[in-house]
T-cell receptor
């Protein structure tokens, strides 16, 4: 089955800095890669997703890049703010198979 | 209106008891899921139902029995609770079985003493 590795497990940045979270996947047939944000004590929420026919996608301060050859994808957050502090999960799936999540990255943004 | 609602939010119980968690979605989605999030925050799929039919059943002990009376509801019944069942259980839904754009419920924190 699919295996998704996520790094780092914890990331601390200063407000205004950029943050990058990286994930690798094992199944080259995977074609859908979402990112979820989970604030403390809250539910995971989808923040951005990308399909395998696209190399990059942006939404305001967040962007996701995908390298199919290397089987890795990354989340980029620019101009970080304290409210960006949360656990971020990457995930991968192919077609209609199970969505496999990475183990999460706790992002701490200090004012 | 909450899109995916689950109850109860907290559940504290003794080992060996039987408990249920209820989930409802008002998004008109066809597919519903149960995920377990352990103390290390790892999210793992347990079950997936599409239009009331079970389509995914990961290696979950048969003490866990999901039931979907209609496509808007997916309940989880757990028999003979064990300490290791302590976790946060999330219900989720999506338009179809593509797993895309999951909407999660607010979670049920289960503590087995």
């Amino acid at each position: 089955g699919e295996n998704v590795e996520q790094h780092p497990s914890t990331l601390s940045v200063q407000e205004g800095d950029s943050a990058v979270i990286k994930c690798t996947y094992s199944d080259s047939a995977s074609n859908y890669f979402p990112w979820y944000k989970q604030e403390l004590g809250k539910r995971p929420q989808l923040i951005i997703d990308i399909r395998s026919n696209v190399g990059e996608k942006k939404d305001q301060r967040i962007a996701v890049t995908l390298n199919k050859t290397a089987k890795h994808f990354s989340l980029h957050i620019t101009e970080t703010q304290p409210e960006d502090s949360a656990v971020y999960f990457c995930a991968a799936s192919k077609g209609y198979s199970t969505l496999t999540f990475g183990k999460g990255t706790m992002l701490l943004v200090s004012p | 209106d909450t899109a995916v609602s689950q109850t109860p939010k907290y559940l504290v119980t003794q080992m060996g008891n039987d408990k249920s968690i209820k989930c409802e979605q008002n998004l008109g989605h066809d597919t519903m899921y149960w995920y377990k999030q352990d103390s290390k925050k790892f999210l793992k799929i347990m079950f997936s139902y599409n239009n009331k039919e079970l389509i995914i059943n990961e290696t979950v002990p048969n003490r866990f029995s999901p039931k979907s009376p209609d496509k808007a509801h997916l309940n989880l019944h757990i028999n003979s609770l064990e300490l290791g069942d302590s976790a946060v259980y999330f219900c989720a839904s999506s338009q179809d079985t593509s797993n895309e754009k999951l909407f999660f419920g607010s979670g049920t924190q289960l503590s087995v003493l």
